[in-house]
């Protein structure tokens, strides 16, 4: 059972990979910004998709902590330093994406980016909002 709501007004365009907004009750959890470095604070490529693909395994890590899961986010905020590779390898993120959370787009997405990130080898930095059913607590 979802606890999750996608709010798509009538007559809207369907979004594609993301909603335009989420409602959810349950326990808020909030993650902070993860980069493309491991759990050691060591960047093990430079690579764009690998960056992303450890941001999100960084996401899905602290998320178990909380007893949450990817099924759970609902808000999901992407700061980004090159927007161009961004769009330009948007295939290969949908691919590291749906590998590390899956297939629920349901979350309601902001993509900007921004001059440079606290780390300077970092390409991306993703934040995430989840929110667990008070069942599955």
Request: contains cysteine.
């Amino acid at each position: 059972m979802s606890n999750k709501q996608i709010l798509q007004p009538a007559g809207w365009t369907q979004p594609r990979g993301y909603a335009n907004g989420v409602a959810a009750s349950g326990r808020q959890v909030f993650v902070a910004g993860q980069i493309g470095w491991n759990e050691r604070c060591e960047f093990d490529s430079d690579d764009f998709i690998a960056q992303v693909r450890q941001a999100l395994l960084n996401i899905r890590a602290v998320l178990a902590e909380a007893g949450a899961a990817p099924e759970h986010i609902v808000r999901m905020t992407w700061y980004l330093i090159d927007k161009r590779e961004y769009i330009a390898r948007g295939r290969e993120v949908g691919q590291a994406y749906r590998e590390v959370l899956g297939r629920d787009y349901g979350i309601a997405m902001s993509a900007v980016q921004v001059s440079a990130l606290m780390e300077d080898r970092a390409k991306v930095e993703i934040e995430v909002t989840a929110v667990v059913p008070d069942a599955a607590v």
